[in-house]
């Protein structure tokens, strides 16, 4: 008998989910989501270690690559588009592609997640180099299409990741880190778009999350890279560099408005009472990490 794989099998606790009332599907749905943290801490160890090579990539120039097909490709792109404007990182930086292009972001393109030459294809065009960090996503872990993402990456020398829910999953042959969050079966069998991606997610706002953090994107755990392109960030801005400064929220926007409401520069301007170009400068010898700048500038 063919083995079902682990994100296709049913889920007993909610057999009967088509006879229940409204707040007892929620009650279910609830109860099983709270199974999807537990088995992201099972895979911290891996996660770190994707961490460090992307965190390193970084350090090198290199950029992060996040492929997948169906509801892994769109949170993929979801992820990497929330970079720039979050740590003010270019926007190539950290890309998402989604099988079938991106029409296939707001419409299931059929059969496109079955094509490995789509995968190698994808991965070629993306410009993909040593050096950075190729991630495969699939709740399943078989899409052929990933495969041949990973597979052409692997043959090209560049770091693979592949994250999947399912221990047997055949894009962890391609991979140099595995992470494996195995949620169980769906409230609805076969639905990855719940816990499965609700796992993915998590995972994805690590790696990029930590890996800037590694990178020197905050202080303390201020977001003093952020973008300020509407009224809430700047907003933001002028509470970050108050809070650290412990200037008025007034002085704080007066040194943003002289820094280009970048929050870095406008901190060391007030705390170590220098010129904007100096503050550009003390931050560039210190490869933009505010806390050693600082330590430097205040000796």
Do not use: W
């Not at 049913?10 to 929620?26: E, G, H, T």
Request: hydrophobic share 40%; aromatic share 4%; charged share 25%.
């Amino acid at each position: 008998m063919k083995r079902i794989i682990q994100t296709e099998e049913r889920n007993p606790a909610s057999r009967d989910i088509d006879l229940m009332p409204s707040r007892r599907i929620l009650e279910i749905m609830n109860r099983e989501d709270k199974k999807v943290a537990l088995s992201v801490e099972k895979e911290l160890d891996n996660i770190a270690k994707a961490v460090d090579i992307i965190s390193e990539a970084f350090q090198k120039g290199g950029n992060l690559l996040y492929f997948g097909a169906g509801t892994s490709g769109r949170l993929g792109i979801l992820d990497a588009s929330e970079c720039p404007p979050t740590f003010s990182v270019p926007q190539d930086m950290v890309r998402g592609y989604i099988a079938g292009g991106e029409k296939a972001i707001k419409t299931s393109i059929e059969g496109a997640e079955d094509s490995f030459e789509g995968g190698e294809s994808d991965l070629v065009n993306s410009g993909a180099k040593p050096g950075d960090v190729v991630v495969g996503i699939s709740a399943s872990g078989n899409a052929t299409y990933i495969q041949g993402v990973l597979k052409k990456a692997k043959a090209l020398h560049i770091n693979t990741v592949a994250i999947a829910c399912s221990t047997e999953a055949k894009i962890k042959q391609y991979s140099d880190i595995f992470i494996c969050p195995t949620v169980g079966a769906e409230v609805v069998t076969g639905s990855t778009r719940l816990k499965s991606g609700t796992a993915q997610k998590m995972v994805l706002n690590m790696l990029t999350t930590a890996s800037m953090i590694r990178i020197g994107k905050t202080y303390e755990n201020y977001m003093i890279d952020v973008n300020p392109t509407n009224i809430k960030l700047k907003d933001r801005a002028v509470r970050i560099v108050s809070e650290i400064a412990e200037i008025s929220h007034e002085e704080a926007g007066e040194f943003l408005r002289k820094s280009g409401y970048r929050v870095k520069p406008a901190v060391i301007m007030s705390l170590a009472g220098m010129p904007l170009e100096q503050a550009e400068k003390l931050l560039k010898a210190h490869n933009g990490r505010l806390r050693e700048a600082l330590s430097n500038s205040l000796k």
